[in-house]
């Protein structure tokens, strides 16, 4: 009886762990589905980055011919600087991240680096280029080591707590009895969405490329962790090009742009104080935050 149990126990185990695999191959089959949106135009070249200069040039966008989404949206981000975007749910924020990444191509204007349409450079180039730190981070039932180092093959163990350490992650990391060698995801240590966040940081620090997307998560974090965070990103986004899609305005205050988004539209643009002196939108969403904060 023993004899057969432990076999069968076994099988058990090893269709668990075949089960588990399965779901994690599920999610990359998913997310290449996505990139099989697009193609690589017959004479792609990579991407070259000079200064870092992103421009949405009349962007128009549908996800379904039948119900456009954006519409012709210009604006720039200058090298080095942060353009934040809000607005409310559905206005397309995270569209423009999307389109950035190019997990779909543009139906109308067109989306620039540097001068060169991303329509006609390499994917593998585009990505290279850009970070991006989602709003629900996806991690992989690896170690923690692992799921940093992904963002640069290669990276030294040195590396990869360097990272770590500017992201404010390591010494959670180093609290755990197995340490950066900690399974984590589905199948290991689970982490709260502040902490999968910083991962992706972590990641993103590592890869170190000249854009960064940031979609800030909408899961409420307590405030210190959202200040936490927050001071995080603003380290990582120094003199980079970055694009913030927003959903606490205490995140965009110091943006060289806040654009503000309405049913895929741009209502209206400027900074903080700008926007607060033109006493509309923006200046409605941040009184009634601040109520809400006062509040809470
Ligand atoms: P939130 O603040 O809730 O994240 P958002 O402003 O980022 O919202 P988007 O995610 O850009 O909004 O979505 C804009 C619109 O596009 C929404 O109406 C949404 O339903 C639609 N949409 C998003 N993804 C798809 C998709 N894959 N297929 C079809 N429609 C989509």
New binding site residues.
Partial sequence: MIQLYIPLNFLGVIYREIKQSLTDLDKMFTLME?EREVDDAPDAKPLEVSAGRVTFDHVSFA??PA?P??HDLSFEIPPGKTVA?V????????????LMYRF?DVTGGALRIDGQDIRQVTQASLRQSIGIVP?DTVLFNDTVAYNIAYGRAGASQDEVEAAAKAARIHDFITATPKGYETMVGERGLKLSGGEKQRVAIARTLLKNPPIMIF?EA?SALDSANERAIQAELQGVARNKTALV?A?RLSTVVDAHQILV?EL?RIIERGTHAELLALNGRYADMWRLQQAGDDAG
């Fill in positions: 996505r996800y379904d119900r989404i954006l975007v607005g409310p749910s559905g206005a397309g924020k995270s569209t423009l991240a999307r779909y709003q979609d909408t899609i959903h988004m895929g």
